[in-house]
């Protein structure tokens, strides 16, 4: 399978190119570019930089994702996961992270924020109808099939 080319331009000098941090690693790791320490508080948001630009091919977009460690250790995590970076986008990339911890957490610069997934995209031409065709599960939706009939106890 051939690896899509997505150009990346360094917006600092001190920005840090992601990495793939293991041989069949999906998500390159992503860090933080801050001037000072950044400290963000239980319940707290906050848009973290990256100092990096990224041109994402045609037919191709970026998937922003929580890193497990963080989650798991401290309660950090994306508040749009996954967040998508579209092709045509050119700003510098920033990640928005919330603490659902109990305790502040802190961030420094080149601390591994998240992790970035290059995956293919297609846009979907949306064709109008007055009818749906039937299926067995018809319009059964948010955890249906795990509820006990009440029927039944």
Partial sequence: MQRPQVLVKKLH???????????????????ALLKDVLIIAPGQR????????????????????????????HGIALVNSPGTIDADYRGEICIILINHGLENFTISSGDRIAQI??????????????ELTETERGSGGFGHTGQVSRENG
């Fill in 46 to 73: 906050c848009l973290v930089p990256t100092g990096l630009a990224f041109a994402i091919p045609q037919g191709f977009e970026v998937q922003v994702r929580p890193r497990s460690g963080l989650a798991i250790k």
């Fill in 13 to 31: 000098p001190d920005a840090r190119m992601p990495a793939y941090m293991t041989e069949f690693a999906a998500g390159m790791d992503i860090c």
């Fill in 117 to 130: 997934i290059v995956a293919p995209v297609s846009q979907a031409e949306l064709v109008q109808v007055s």
